[in-house]
């Protein structure tokens, strides 16, 4: 086996076993699972950065296994996969540094890291995924291990959403296997190629490839939360606060607009799925979706919920910007799939640190935060602000992708549909920040668990991460035209996907 | 017809008796009766139709031999469930199937 | 009202069952295969004259082989369900029924030995002298004279397995010198005749066992 | 290839009727290790014969040295060489786990060993035989011992489960039997290879009565619907260890005959009960899930999701054309008889743990029995279908089958039939998943236990990454 093969199952290793030993861990044994969770993280970190470097030189980081004739295991390290596994990776290491944080001396702790190292190999493995099978065997591998984090808590109202989380994902995963096993019948194989495989296929079939296409969109609709397909994502806020941050900056809802991105570009191919006329209902879809969450998100007085309802608003812009026809658009919606990570990731760690420190867990709660707690309502306004769109930060140049896209593509409407979620977004985001910081502190918090000592308002632990990915959604924002932002890779995927074009 | 063809559809007549017995039959002792009716009639089958034109066969009979043996077996099998069955419910009828 | 018609549709559906089988059987053209052929070409390499002996013990040995492991589980198994309730005390017939059982027993010992030793060239062999035997035991039972059993002891059950496993071990040890059950023609009438004395003692003792286990006191 | 020294297929029966014997020589609850030590040899037999067969070895055995049709033939292809394969693998865990589950004198033990070499010993003969007649005779020693071990030491609801088992037992072979004289009658033989060449597309009116029996006889042993009536109070009942065997094993071996003869000498004839049997295994899909998802104790639940995953099996019977179905049947049979045995296995330790038999009884199961519920949850998968496991590729062989030949209504009842799997394997979990309330005490349970339902979970599911392996056995040609 030569290193081009060990590199890629090293990273889905790197989460997986960490995962395993860690189940076999007692509660008790602290110092070896928080070492291994961090190592394991670090560790793969370093490997994500070797591929990195390959795949930006061109070689060929792949490995494939055969489970029947026909039907192969297969995981490739290329551009786009890399942009989602890069993402993935650094964001787990802030999200273990916090869950560490955060569950400090409460139960089944072995159990919770353990479902999370494998939900961070499913993730892996739907990046690196070379065909829509692999994809799939991942993709229901997250479904299965996000399941234990969501209920984590072991409460009846964990359970309810835990249940819808399931009846959702699993229906989702049904069409999307449906929706697999027919273009692999159609096609012989569903290995991924830039400009798309189905088009091998002749004029006859263009009926059944767009029901294919409805089937794969609706499957990966119910992760990526679009309208209607989202009604779990706001059930599952029971889960604890790292796991929503995972799920929804990161693992899940990425997974799923993630795999839109396969199905459109290397799949379909963006030329031939819009000679099907498959993209238009596809951006209607998401501009719906955009908007409707963002109306939701205004009649949330639950953070976290206000939060998930923005969430949903949020990933479909990067499903309008794969449906905008031009590269302009994809580079949009590819560079919004990491920066939206950051930007998210930071406003649930904050949430979390308002609900661990101080017990609120409402928007009404929220009343002078800003003068008990000012680094994390720093963190928190940074993210809500780029949210917005606002200059400087990582928000703005997505949004500017975007509406450039829009506009290169003459579907001028979906300028209109950016601009009044962006209002929505200000709407429902300035309230609190304005309460946090305006409002006088009041007598006594809900519920304070955590005293202040000095500077540090909170655990240590709980306060970096949000820094960091703060900064980060700051300098992704300033530095957008430097060679190593996710700008300058996601215009690198569109070279390759419009294969001809000219891409600014 | 030959005697042969008399004890084939005799069988069949048999097995038909003791299937429809078998199932509509409460009582536990007539049912195991009806299972050797049934029985008896595929072995009357098995021998009576290889010798249809009156010629006796040895392997039908050594079959059935054997087929005779694994029916005594089954039916001591089923006599004693019926009497472990009696001195547990003091029934020889079966209980309804219930998940409790 | 159901019921009747329960058993009005399973006795038409049986009719009809046995009205198009015996069509069925009467076109019937004259078979393919005839077995008598081989069996009566292939009786001197047997071992035994006798045409059904011949294909029960050796052309279709392994049937017997597998219909004797049948009758041994059926006893397990009723062991196994019966469990350890206590025998029920015999209960002492009328003087004349338990005289006539004693005169009877030696006579029935005679008549399985000769059915044991008949088999060979003539309508008999183990099961059947086997089954004497039993009825023997079961007469005994049945006038006083022997008790019910419980769960058998070690040389018992020696007793109920050494038939099955004689059986067993002599099919196994021809496996040496070619297939199983092969038996050589010389040595193929000794073989079986062995066999057959150690089945007719282990078959008495099972078939009787189907009785006597289950004389058991009820209820407890 | 050298004459193997030991023939394995021999031994493959000879061996488990030894150590019945033995066992039962030995007495009431013994004979455990015995029973290990023969299951761990038949392991290794049944890899050699799989390799022998997957070489292109023709592996046929006159017993006797008469060869068919006077005497009878054991011959093994790729079909029985892969249930031989499958039966000795999840037998020899379950015997360890069995070995652990009775105390020494508990009576549901007394027969256990003895019992179970006999069954096993009528699997791997039923498995093997090219004799009609003969397969009868390892029919009824695979019932009865079934029957047996149900029976075994239980209270009145087990032995009337015993019964309502014995009588479908007997009614099927009986029907199987009169089959099989019919056919003897006919043709005047009852050895398959030589019936193969006889049966032509012509056949007797008489053939097809024989048919018919034979199948409705098979359908009942393998409790298809709505002949599954007798199914869930065996299942259910029975101890675990024993409902493990029979929902993993004992069904697949009436279902692997109907399988041998639609392959083989009723070709010409049994096709014609194809989509029938489809239909009925649709049904089965539907209604096992359905009293599963409804089912208040744990093991009725199981007992009901084997009805419905034995559907799958029929689906294929109207796709036999492509091989894809033949292969889709066979990993279907390995997905569910690991699932299976591991599913009772775990749901033994949490009956033991907890003291009941209920579903709702398991709250808190995932935080004190964690490798049982992993193990639940892995064969869960496997049930439901979900990748990377065996039941997947099963799936996926279906719906490939079915699509070769335009079947769309099979995809849609395979694709339905996984999320109804879905909910009755989550209804299950998400109980565990809850937090332990206060006044529930759990007894702790051996590690043997534990691990070797784990084992065969695991297997269920890692033999998804092996399936290009099953597929070379099948397809070899000997």
């Given at each position: ?504 | 017809m030959t005697t042969g063809f008399v004890f084939a559809i005799t069988g069949g007549a048999l097995f038909a008796l003791g299937a429809a017995g ?12 009806a299972?050797n009716l049934m029985g008896s009639g595929a072995f009357l089958v098995l021998v009576g139709l290889a010798q249809r034109?009156d ?5 039908p009979?050594?079959?059935v031999?054997?087929g005779i ?32 | ?13 049986a009719l009809a069952f046995v009205f198009f089988l015996s069509a069925a059987m009467l076109?019937l ?192 | ?173 009986g029907?199987?039997l009169l089959?099989?004289a019919l056919?003897?009658g ?20 008489l053939?097809?009565i ?269």
């Amino acid at each position: 086996m030569t290193s081009y093969e060990l590199v890629p199952l090293a990273v889905l290793a790197s989460s997986l076993l960490p995962g395993l030993i860690i189940f076999a861990l007692p509660d008790g044994w602290v110092g070896v699972r928080t070492s291994l969770n961090v190592f394991a993280a670090i560790g793969k970190l370093g490997l994500v950065a070797l591929l990195l470097d390959g795949v930006a030189a061109g070689e060929n980081y792949g490995v494939r296994y055969a489970v029947l004739p026909g039907l192969e295991l297969s995981l490739q390290a290329d551009a786009l996969g890399m942009l989602f596994i890069t993402l993935s990776a650094v964001l787990w290491l802030f999200t273990t540094l916090y869950a560490i944080g955060y569950l400090e001396d409460k139960p089944r702790r072995s159990r919770f890291f353990g479902f999370f190292n494998l939900c961070v190999t499913a993730t892996m493995g739907i990046s690196m995924a070379a065909n829509l099978f692999t994809f799939f065997v991942f993709y229901e591998l997250l479904t299965l291990s996000t399941f234990p984090l969501v209920v984590h808590r072991g409460t009846d109202k964990a359970m309810k959403g835990g249940t819808i989380y399931l009846a959702y994902t699993l229906l989702g995963g049904t069409a999307l296997l449906t929706g697999i096993v027919w273009l692999h019948h159609l096609l012989g194989h569903t290995e991924f190629a830039h400009a798309g495989i189905a088009a091998a296929l002749g004029p006859e079939y263009a009926g059944q490839l767009k029901i294919i296409f409805l089937l794969l969109i609706t499957g990966l609709g119910v992760k990526t939360a679009m309208v209607p397909l989202h009604g779990w994502l706001p059930q599952a806020m029971v889960a604890p606060a790292p796991v929503s941050a995972l799920l929804h900056a990161v693992a899940v809802v990425k997974a799923g607009a993630f795999g839109i991105v396969r199905i459109v570009y290397e799949v379909y191919g963006v030329e031939f799925a819009q000679s099907l006329e498959l993209l238009l209902p596809l951006a209607i879809f998401a501009s719906v979706t955009i908007v409707w969450g963002s109306l939701r998100a205004l009649f949330q007085d639950d953070l976290k919920k206000r939060l998930a309802f923005s969430t949903v608003s949020q990933v479909s812009y990067i499903v309008l910007g794969v449906a905008l026809f031009g590269p302009i658009g994809t580079i949009g919606g590819l560079v919004h799939l990491v920066h939206q990570g950051i930007m998210k990731i930071t406003l649930f760690f904050c949430a979390g640190n308002y609900a661990e420190t101080l017990g609120i867990h409402k928007v009404s709660e929220m009343d002078g935060a800003g003068r008990r707690m000012p680094l994390t309502t720093l963190a928190f306004s940074i993210g809500a602000l780029g949210m917005m769109g606002a200059p400087l930060t990582a928000g703005a140049v997505s949004k500017a992708w975007l509406i450039d896209g829009a506009l290169a593509a003459s579907m001028d409407w979906a300028v209109w549909v950016l601009w009044t979620s962006s209002l929505l977004n200000a709407a429902y985001f300035l309230p609190i920040l304005w309460r946090a910081w305006f409002r006088p502190v009041p007598v006594a918090w809900p519920e304070e668990h955590i005293p202040r000592h000095g500077w540090r308002e909170t655990a240590w632990l709980l306060l970096l991460p949000p820094l960091v990915t703060a900064a980060a959604t700051l300098a992704a924002g300033t530095l957008s035209d430097s060679d190593v932002t996710p700008l300058a890779w996601a215009k690198l995927i569109a070279e390759r996907e419009y294969v001809g074009r000219s891409v600014p | 017809m030959t005697t042969g063809f008399v004890f084939a559809i005799t069988g069949g007549a048999l097995f038909a008796l003791g299937a429809a017995g078998i199932v509509l039959i409460g009582d536990l002792m007539r049912r195991i009766l009806a299972f050797n009716l049934m029985g008896s009639g595929a072995f009357l089958v098995l021998v009576g139709l290889a010798q249809r034109y009156d010629v006796a066969d040895p392997v039908p009979h050594a079959m059935v031999l054997t087929g005779i043996v694994v029916a005594v077996a089954a039916t001591a099998l089923a006599l004693a469930l019926v009497r472990k069955l009696h001195a547990l419910t003091g029934e020889i009828e079966l209980p309804d199937d219930a998940d409790e | 009202m159901k019921r009747m018609m329960v058993v009005a549709f399973v006795v038409t559906l049986a009719l009809a069952f046995v009205f198009f089988l015996s069509a069925a059987m009467l076109e019937l053209a004259p078979a393919a295969i005839d077995l008598r052929v081989p069996v009566s070409a292939h009786l001197t390499e047997s071992g035994v004259s006798h045409p059904v002996t011949a294909v029960l013990l050796n052309y279709r040995g392994y049937d017997t082989l597998l219909e004797i492991a049948v009758l041994l589980l059926a006893l397990v198994a009723i062991l196994a369900v019966v469990g350890e309730a206590p025998v029920a005390p015999s209960r002492a017939a009328h003087p004349v029924l338990q005289t006539l059982g004693r005169l009877v027993t030696p006579l029935m010992v005679v008549v399985a030995v000769y059915l044991l030793w008949a088999g060979a060239f003539r309508p008999g062999g183990a099961f059947q002298a086997g089954a004497v035997l039993a009825a023997a035991a079961v007469l005994l039972h049945l006038v006083g004279l022997l008790a019910g059993w419980s769960s058998p002891r070690l040389r018992l059950r020696i007793g109920l397995a050494a038939g099955f496993a004689l059986f067993l071990a002599v099919a196994a040890a021809l496996l040496k010198q070619g297939s199983l059950l092969q038996y050589p023609p010389d040595a193929a009438g000794t073989l079986i005749l062995l066999i057959e004395c150690g089945l007719t003692v282990s078959l008495a003792l099972i078939l009787a066992g189907l009785f006597l286990f289950l004389a058991r006191e009820e209820g407890a | 290839m050298n004459e193997p020294l030991i023939d394995p297929l021999v031994w493959l029966i000879l061996l488990p009727l030894a150590w019945a014997t033995l066992a039962f020589v030995l007495g009431p609850g013994r004979g455990g290790w015995l029973a290990i030590a023969g299951l761990v040899a038949q392991c290794w037999l049944a890899f050699n014969l799989a390799q022998q067969v997957s070489a292109g070895v023709a592996v046929v055995h006159a017993v006797g040295g008469w060869g068919a049709p006077l005497g009878i033939d054991l011959a093994v292809d790729g079909l029985s060489a892969a249930m031989l394969l499958l039966t000795q693998t999840v037998a020899l865990p379950l015997a360890i786990y069995a070995r652990s589950y009775f105390k020494a004198s508990d009576p549901a033990g007394a027969g256990f060993w003895p019992l179970t070499g006999f069954l096993i010993a009528g699997m791997n003969a039923l498995f093997v035989s090219a004799d009609l007649f003969n397969l009868y005779v390892t029919l009824e020693l695979v019932g009865l011992a079934a029957v047996g071990l149900v029976a075994a030491g239980g209270g009145a609801q087990q032995v009337a489960a015993a019964l309502r088992y014995l009588f479908a037992t007997l009614v099927g072979s009986g029907a199987y039997l009169l089959g099989v004289a019919l056919i003897y009658g006919v043709y005047g033989t009852v050895s398959i290879a030589t019936l193969l060449p006889l049966v032509t597309n012509e056949v007797p009116r008489l053939v097809w009565i024989a048919s018919a029996l034979i199948v409705s006889g098979l359908i009942l042993k393998t409790a298809l619907f709505p002949f599954h009536f007798w199914l869930p109070p065996a299942h259910g009942g029975a101890p675990a260890p024993v409902s493990a065997l029979l929902s993993a094993l004992v069904v697949k071996a009436s279902f692997y005959l109907i399988l041998r003869l639609w392959l083989g000498p009723l070709q010409s004839v049994l096709p014609a009960f194809g989509w029938l049997l489809a239909l009925l295994g649709a049904a089965a899909i539907f209604w096992g899930s359905w009293q599963a998802i409804r089912a208040v104790k744990l093991k009725r639940l199981i007992a009901y999701s084997t009805v419905a995953q034995l559907g799958y099996l029929f689906l294929i019977f109207p796709l036999l054309a492509a091989p894809a179905a033949l292969q889709a049947a066979v990993m279907q049979a390995f997905a569910h008889g690991l699932a299976k045995a591991g599913m009772f296995a775990a749901a033994g330790v949490l009956i033991k743990a907890t003291g009941q038999d209920t579903v709702a009884g398991l709250a808190g199961a995932v935080e004190r029995l964690p490798v049982t519920m992993f193990a639940f949850a892995l064969s869960g998968i496997t049930l439901m279908g979900l990748p990377p496991s065996s039941g997947f590729l099963a799936k996926w062989q279906i719906i490939q089958a079915a699509l070769a030949q335009g079947h769309w209504i099979i995809v849609v009842v395979v694709l339905a039939g996984g999320l109804l799997a879905a909910v009755y394997v989550f209804r299950v979990l998400r109980l565990g998943f809850l937090s332990t309330p206060e006044n529930v005490t759990f007894t702790p349970v051996s590690r043997v236990l534990e691990w070797s339902a784990f084992a065969l979970a695991a297997a269920s599911v890692l033999l998804g990454l092996r399936g290009v392996e099953l597929i070379q056995l099948l397809g070899a040609r000997t």
